[in-house]
Each structure stands twice: as structure tokens, then as C-alpha cells.
């Protein structure tokens, strides 16, 4: 007698890793399961994909992972998958092991391989997680919360030595193309300039008058939080020590910054968005991704996602600003 096929899915994380991947994967594994569907971890991204490296997961498969920080998982940036050798691949061995669905974890990179995916036949929910907070569609993207707090602690022992010494210190934060991470870290630190990629600096408005007028209430140290896209952390640091004489350190956070145990707010939202994601599958849904609007869970078409801009919180910019004298 013929039997029905469980339903199948998959789960991968791509990209740079962010903490609470793990928890959205947890999140997909138990669903899944709750819902009687098979599910697949898939490890290194969508190299796993494209090689077959997929793993039936059970529930205890997903266990004690909570807590920590990167991918149990694994993760990669995987170029074949730009090419359509790669994407053929990839969809026969989905077709291999049954896979009806793909949940894919990451960020931009990550959704236009799952946009690729679904246009060819599998279909994919993407889960926006990133620590750069640069997904146009959701106002949150998974690990961005505790990657902000990581920041700014390591901000505030800059602090403590900057302010011991008298000394200025221009602290550069990840965030790739995007200045998300450098506000929040600066306001939460209290730093004296923020710089951001998409909002343009005039050193002599920016920075130089700012030492100066701080200089003249009293105060002596200086902290500059640079969002990564800024750039030319050198060549700013030089212009300080001509124009003020101050002492002058850099100190670039780097993937500190990526690891770690998530925060509260991490765990919930990966736990949501994975749950959402695997009951958008469950519906019959392929090319869409779980986002937050307005601080709801909301999904979008993966393509619509894609083609959106995400506007720059400007007057958070001017309140950073406006305190930090
Ligand atoms: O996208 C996350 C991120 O950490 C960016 O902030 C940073 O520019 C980039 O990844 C670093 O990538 P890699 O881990 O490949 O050095």
C-alpha cells in the first residue's frame, strides 16, 4: 500500500554568524518536529547543500544549544551557489532526500540564495539574522541585540583606561556597509562622535570644535565610536593629534563583536521567527521571509524583501549628538 511521504524540510544557517543562530535553530528543529514533519540540518551553509551534507535532527539533536553563541550548524559564504551549476546541484539534492522546504538563517546574501532556491523549484523561508541590523524588511535582525551589548561593554572599559590617561580613543564597530551598531553602541556608551556610513562627517564640525568646546567645560578624554563603513580611522586619529595634540588610540572591536551567549531578546525572537518559519512552510508557503514590523512577526515575498530600502533612524543620529557635549 502506498504510504504518504512525511512532509520534509531543511534548515541552514548562512553568511556570518550572529548569536541566537542557535536558538532559531532549535526553534526549527522542535517545530518541525511538533508538526510531525522530518527535518534536515544542513551543515556549512549552502555548501552543505550543494555537497549533501544534511543531518536528520531529533529533538535532543538541538539541545543545550540555547545558549551559545555561533552555529552548531556550521556556516559559510558559498560562492558556487552564484552560479547556476551550483543552484542545479543544490535543488538535486534536495529532490534526493525529499526536501519540500528549506528554512534559510543569515542575512541579504543568505535570502538571495533562498530566492534562487524557491525560483527553482524549492521552496525556502528566509529568518534574518545578522549582527549589522541591515535587512530592509524587518526592523530586528537576530543577534543585533546582543552584539550591541557586547559593543558597549567593551566600550566602557575603553572608557576607563581613555579616562585615566586623558587620552582620545576612536573605537571602530562592525556593521559592514550599515552604521546601526555604531549608534546604538555610541549612545549606550556615551560617546562623544558617532560615525555612521550613511550620514557624511566634516572633521572640523564634527570633531575638532567637539574636542575643543569639551575640552573647555572640563573635560579631557574623548571616545569616537566609527561604524566599519566609515573608514580612514588613521588618517582621522593624525588629524586629532596635529590639531589638538591629544594622545590618540584605535581600537577595532572586530569579531569579538560576533560571538558570545545571545541576549534575552535574541533568544525570543530567533525562537519566534523560527517557529513562524516552519509554519509558513508547513502552509504551503515558499519565498518568504519572517520579519518584524512595528515590533510584530510579519513575513514578506523574498523578492519584495529584497528590492526594500531601510531608512536610517536620523533623529536618533541627532539625539546621539545633542547629548554627547
Ligand atoms: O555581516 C556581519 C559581519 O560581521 C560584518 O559586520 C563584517 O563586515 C563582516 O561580517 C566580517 O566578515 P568576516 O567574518 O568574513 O570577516
Given at each position: 500500500?502506498?504510504?504518504?511521504?512525511?512532509?520534509?524540510?531543511?534548515?541552514?544557517?548562512?553568511?556570518?554568524?550572529?548569536?541566537?543562530?542557535?536558538?532559531?535553530?532549535?526553534?526549527?528543529?522542535?517545530?518541525?518536529?511538533?508538526?510531525?514533519?522530518k527535518?534536515?540540518?544542513?551543515?556549512?551553509?549552502?555548501?552543505?547543500?550543494?555537497?549533501?551534507?544534511?543531518e536528520?535532527?531529533?529533538?535532543?539533536?538541538?539541545?543545550?544549544?540555547?545558549?551559545?553563541?555561533?552555529?552548531?550548524?556550521?556556516?559559510?559564504?558559498?560562492?558556487?551557489?552564484?552560479?547556476?551549476?551550483?543552484?542545479?546541484?543544490?535543488?538535486k539534492?534536495?529532490?534526493?532526500?525529499?526536501?519540500?522546504?528549506?528554512?534559510?538563517?543569515?542575512?541579504?546574501?543568505?535570502?538571495?540564495?533562498?530566492?534562487?532556491?524557491?525560483?527553482?523549484?524549492?521552496?525556502?523561508?528566509?529568518?534574518?539574522?545578522?549582527?549589522?541590523?541591515?535587512?530592509?524588511?524587518?526592523?530586528y535582525?537576530?543577534?543585533?541585540?546582543?552584539?550591541?551589548?557586547?559593543?558597549?561593554?567593551?566600550?566602557?572599559?575603553?572608557?576607563?583606561?581613555?579616562?585615566s590617561?586623558?587620552?582620545?580613543?576612536?573605537?571602530?564597530?562592525?556593521?559592514?556597509?550599515?552604521?546601526?551598531l555604531?549608534?546604538?553602541?555610541?549612545?549606550?556608551?556615551?560617546?562623544?562622535?558617532?560615525?555612521?556610513?550613511?550620514?557624511?562627517?566634516?572633521?572640523?564640525?564634527?570633531?575638532?570644535?567637539?574636542?575643543?568646546?569639551?575640552?573647555?567645560?572640563?573635560?579631557h578624554?574623548?571616545?569616537?565610536?566609527?561604524?566599519?563603513g566609515?573608514?580612514?580611522?588613521?588618517?582621522?586619529?593624525?588629524?586629532?593629534?596635529?590639531?589638538?595634540?591629544?594622545?590618540?588610540r584605535?581600537?577595532?572591536?572586530?569579531?569579538?563583536?560576533?560571538?558570545?551567549?545571545?541576549?534575552?531578546?535574541d533568544?525570543?525572537?530567533?525562537?519566534?521567527?523560527?517557529?513562524?518559519?516552519?509554519?509558513?512552510?508547513?502552509?504551503?508557503?515558499?519565498?518568504?521571509v519572517?520579519?518584524?514590523?512595528?515590533?510584530?512577526?510579519?513575513?514578506?515575498?523574498?523578492?519584495?524583501?529584497?528590492?526594500?530600502?531601510?531608512?536610517?533612524?536620523?533623529?536618533?543620529?541627532?539625539?546621539?549628538?545633542?547629548?554627547s557635549?
Amino acid at each position: 500500500m502506498f504510504t504518504k511521504k512525511k512532509p520534509t524540510i531543511a534548515v541552514l544557517t548562512s553568511g556570518g554568524d550572529a548569536p541566537g543562530m542557535n536558538a532559531a535553530i532549535r526553534a526549527v528543529v522542535r517545530s518541525a518536529i511538533a508538526r510531525e514533519m522530518k527535518i534536515f540540518g544542513v551543515y556549512h551553509g549552502y555548501n552543505g547543500l550543494i555537497d549533501g551534507k544534511f543531518e536528520e535532527m531529533q529533538l535532543r539533536s538541538v539541545s543545550d544549544i540555547m545558549q551559545k553563541g555561533g552555529t552548531m550548524l556550521y556556516t559559510a559564504r558559498c560562492p558556487e551557489f552564484c552560479t547556476q551549476e551550483g543552484i542545479d546541484k543544490a535543488v538535486k539534492m534536495c529532490y534526493r532526500y525529499g526536501i519540500d522546504g528549506v528554512v534559510t538563517i543569515g542575512g541579504d546574501g543568505t535570502f538571495r540564495g533562498a530566492g534562487e532556491l524557491s525560483a527553482a523549484g524549492v521552496p525556502c523561508v528566509g529568518i534574518p539574522c545578522t549582527i549589522d541590523n541591515d535587512i530592509a524588511c524587518s526592523e530586528y535582525t537576530i543577534g543585533y541585540d546582543t552584539a550591541m551589548n557586547t559593543a558597549m561593554r567593551m566600550v566602557d572599559n575603553i572608557r576607563d583606561t581613555v579616562q585615566s590617561h586623558d587620552r582620545c580613543n576612536i573605537v571602530e564597530v562592525m556593521g559592514r556597509h550599515a552604521g546601526w551598531l555604531a549608534l546604538n553602541t555610541g549612545i549606550s556608551c556615551g560617546a562623544s562622535v558617532v560615525l555612521v556610513p550613511e550620514i557624511e562627517y566634516d572633521f572640523d564640525r564634527d570633531i575638532h570644535s567637539k574636542i575643543t568646546s569639551t575640552f573647555g567645560t572640563g573635560k579631557h578624554h574623548f571616545i569616537i565610536v566609527a561604524a566599519e563603513g566609515v573608514g580612514g580611522l588613521d588618517e582621522i586619529a593624525k588629524q586629532i593629534i596635529d590639531k589638538t595634540g591629544m594622545e590618540v588610540r584605535t581600537t577595532v572591536l572586530g569579531h569579538i563583536q560576533r560571538g558570545g551567549s545571545p541576549t534575552v531578546q535574541d533568544r525570543v525572537y530567533a525562537t519566534e521567527m523560527g517557529y513562524r518559519a516552519v509554519e509558513l512552510l508547513s502552509e504551503g508557503k515558499g519565498n518568504r521571509v519572517v520579519a518584524i514590523k512595528d515590533g510584530k512577526m510579519v513575513d514578506y515575498d523574498l523578492n519584495e524583501a529584497l528590492a526594500m530600502k531601510k531608512p536610517f533612524d536620523y533623529e536618533l543620529f541627532e539625539i546621539a549628538h545633542a547629548v554627547s557635549i
